[in-house]
C-alpha cells in the first residue's frame, strides 16, 4: 500500500470514529434538569458556598455578582478572595456587602513556594468555606438565574462528588469563536462522554474551572487544590484527581446556564489558550509533535488528494471518493458540535485555517513553557519542566 493511500485511509478511518462519538455525545450530553420535588431536591438541607478567586477583575466581577443576586436558589454565600488586586476589585466587590447577597471579601496571603497563583487563592477559598457543597466559578463567569438550583439538584441526583459543565463562551471577534469551536470540538468530537463517566481511568475526564460543584467532604478527601498545586491546568487536574480518588466526576452542558465573559482582545485569547495547552498535554514535546502530525493528516491529507486529482485529470477513484466522504464526515462533526454549543455556523468554513493557528497556539504554548516565559497576569507560570 502506498504511502499517500495509508494517510487516507487513515484519516478516513478517525474521521469516521469522531463522527460517531459526536453523534454519541450528541445524545448522551444534556444539561442539569430543574426538578421538581422541593422535599427531596430543595434548598433547606443543602447549603452552598460560592468561591470565587479575582485578580485585577474590576472589569468582569460586578457582573458576576449581580448575577448571583438573582439566583433562585437560596441557601448559599459567597466568598471572594481579592488575589493581590491592582485594580478597583475590592472597592467593586465591597459595594456587594450591604446587598442582599451573603457575601465576604477577603484578602489573599503571599503565595508559597511551589504554587501557582490561582491554585493558592482557591486552597485559601476552601479553608473558609461552610457550605455542604462548594462551587468554584472565576471572576469572568457570569451564571443563569436557575444555574446552581439546577446543578445542586443534578449532583445531588445523580451522587457527584464534583459536577463541573461547559461554559457558553463569549467572543469579541471571529477569530476567536473559530478558536472557541475547535476546543470544543477537540472534546465533543473525541471524547465518549458515556464512557467517561463509566470509566475509572482518570485520563478520561475534562473539566472546567468556570464551573466546578463539589461535595465539600469529596474535594477534602481528594486533597484539592494542595494535590495540584504545580500543575497549570487546574480544572483538568481535579478532575482527573476525584476520578484516581475513585470519586463520582459527571459533566455536564452548560450553555445557557454558564457564560464565560470574552476576553479583552484576540491577543489575551490567544495567550489564554497557550497557557494551558502544553500543560494539558503533559508537558511532552513528543506528544504536541504526534498530536500536530494527526492533525495536519486528518484535515489536509483529504483536501490535497482532490486537489492533485482535479489538477492531474485522474479519474475519479475510490481514494478521491474516500477523501471526499472524509472532508464531509469532519465538517459534519464539526458542525453539530458548533451547533451544540451556540458558535456561529460559519466557523466551519474556516476550519483548515483554525487547525493551523491551533498549532501555533500550541508550540507557543511549548516554547514558553521551554524557556520560562509562560505567564499570567504577571505571574509566572512555570513550574513543571517540558519533557520528551
Not at 32 to 44: A, C, K, N, Q, V
Request: charged share 20%; aromatic share 14%; proline share 2%.
Amino acid at each position: 500500500m502506498e504511502f499517500n493511500t495509508l494517510i487516507i485511509f487513515t484519516a478516513g478511518f478517525f474521521a469516521f470514529i469522531s463522527f460517531l462519538i459526536t453523534i454519541w455525545n450528541w445524545k448522551y450530553l444534556d444539561r442539569p434538569r430543574l426538578r421538581l420535588s422541593d422535599e427531596l431536591f430543595g434548598d433547606i438541607d443543602v447549603s452552598i458556598t460560592v468561591l470565587i478567586p479575582a485578580r485585577n477583575e474590576g472589569k468582569n466581577i460586578r457582573e458576576v455578582l449581580t448575577a448571583l443576586t438573582y439566583q433562585t436558589y437560596t441557601n448559599y454565600d459567597v466568598i471572594v478572595l481579592n488575589d493581590e488586586s491592582e485594580d478597583d476589585t475590592a472597592e467593586v466587590v465591597s459595594q456587594f456587602i450591604e446587598s442582599d447577597l451573603e457575601i465576604q471579601l477577603i484578602d489573599g496571603e503571599s503565595i508559597p513556594q511551589g504554587w501557582l497563583g490561582k491554585h493558592w487563592a482557591c486552597h485559601q477559598l476552601a479553608l473558609k468555606a461552610n457550605g455542604d457543597y462548594m462551587l468554584f466559578i472565576d471572576a469572568d463567569t457570569v451564571l443563569h438565574k436557575n444555574t446552581i438550583k439546577a446543578a445542586v439538584n443534578e449532583a445531588i441526583a445523580g451522587k457527584s462528588d464534583l459536577l463541573t459543565m461547559i461554559p457558553a463562551r463569549c467572543a469579541n471577534n471571529f477569530i476567536e469563536r473559530t478558536l472557541y469551536g475547535f476546543i470544543d470540538w477537540a472534546i465533543y468530537g473525541w471524547l465518549p462522554l458515556q464512557l467517561a463517566h463509566l470509566s475509572k481511568n482518570s485520563y478520561l475526564s475534562v473539566s472546567y474551572g468556570q464551573f466546578m460543584l463539589f461535595k465539600r467532604g469529596s474535594y477534602i478527601l481528594s486533597g484539592g487544590h494542595r494535590e495540584i498545586k504545580d500543575i497549570a491546568v487546574d480544572d483538568m487536574g481535579l478532575g482527573r484527581l476525584i476520578k484516581s480518588s475513585g470519586l463520582q466526576w459527571t459533566l455536564k452542558d452548560g450553555t445557557g446556564m454558564v457564560t464565560s465573559l470574552p476576553y479583552n482582545d484576540m491577543l489575551e485569547t490567544v495567550k489564554g489558550i497557550s497557557r494551558s495547552l502544553a500543560p494539558a498535554l503533559n508537558y511532552r514535546i513528543s506528544l504536541i509533535l504526534l498530536i500536530s502530525l494527526f492533525l495536519m493528516g486528518l484535515f489536509f491529507a483529504p483536501v490535497f488528494n482532490l486537489y492533485f486529482y482535479v489538477i492531474n485529470g485522474d479519474q475519479f477513484e475510490f481514494l478521491e471518493i474516500l477523501s471526499l466522504v472524509t472532508i464531509f464526515l469532519l465538517l459534519g462533526s464539526y458542525l453539530l458540535c458548533c451547533k451544540k454549543f451556540s458558535h456561529s455556523l460559519l466557523v466551519v468554513l474556516f476550519i483548515h485555517f483554525t487547525v493551523i493557528l491551533m498549532i501555533f497556539i500550541a508550540y507557543h504554548s511549548l516554547l514558553s513553557n521551554l524557556f520560562r516565559r509562560a505567564t499570567w497576569k504577571d505571574r509566572n507560570m512555570v513550574i513543571k519542566k517540558v519533557k520528551f
